[in-house]
T-cell receptor, first 110, second 113 residues
């Protein structure tokens, strides 16, 4: 069975304290791995798609990386406005539908 | 600006009542999806549609129904057969079957009263 596991479930950081969120997956024939940001009471906002191991993408303070078993979302010098839940999703070959993880809730204290 | 509009933002349902959640997109996307989100759980797929007049059941379709009469619209009906409908419902769209990211709406919070 395809699985997507995100860790930690919750993370508290001080402003400026860099860290990483993890998304591990067990799917065969990865087509794409997605990262989303979700603010409370709102729909998820697309951040990145990664397609193959070794690929990296960046957006402001966020950098996503991908290996054959997991993806990391690195947050450099976070600010309070980076506080949100970050969702990971994986789509395998032959499937139209991605499998979502449960998310990591990030709180950045000023 | 293009996007997805969900309405209403909040909805209250009485026992035994059917309610319909609206989802409209102006992105010219072929595929549309309905997800349910409960606290501490990942997004669970209810129904999806890749083309007008065609849709497929997701993992938790029981107690729900959909229609896709227009490319822009994908309404979800929560029927009285859905015994635990209180949740946050999200509509999404994508450009096709390739691994493009979804565009999500702002969600509808449904509460049973």
């Amino acid at each position: 069975e395809d699985q997507v596991t995100q860790s930690p479930e919750a993370l508290r950081l001080q402003e400026g304290e860099s860290s990483s969120l993890n998304c591990s997956y067990t799917v065969s024939g990865l087509r794409g791995l997605f990262w989303y940001r979700q603010d409370p009471g709102k729909g998820p906002e697309f951040l990145f798609t990664l397609y193959s191991a070794g690929e990296e993408k960046e957006k402001e303070r966020l950098k996503a990386t991908l290996t054959k078993k997991e993806s990391f979302l690195h947050i450099t010098a976070p600010k309070p406005e980076d506080s949100a839940t970050y969702l990971c999703a994986v789509q395998k070959g032959g499937s139209y539908i991605p499998t979502f993880g449960r998310g990591t809730s990030l709180i950045v204290h000023p | 600006d293009g996007g997805i509009t969900q309405s209403p933002k909040y909805l209250f349902r009485k026992e035994g009542q059917n309610v319909t959640l609206s989802c409209e997109q102006n992105l010219n996307h072929d595929a549309m999806y309905w997800y349910r989100q409960d606290p501490g759980q990942g997004l669970r797929l209810i129904y999806y549609s890749q083309i007008v007049n065609d849709f497929q059941k997701g993992d938790i379709a029981e107690g729900y129904s959909v229609s896709r009469e227009k490319k822009e619209s994908f309404p979800l009906t929560v029927t009285s057969a859905q015994k635990n409908p209180t949740a946050f419902y999200l509509c999404a769209s994508s450009a096709g079957s390739l691994p493009y990211g979804y565009t999500f709406g702002s969600g509808t919070r449904l509460t049973v009263v």
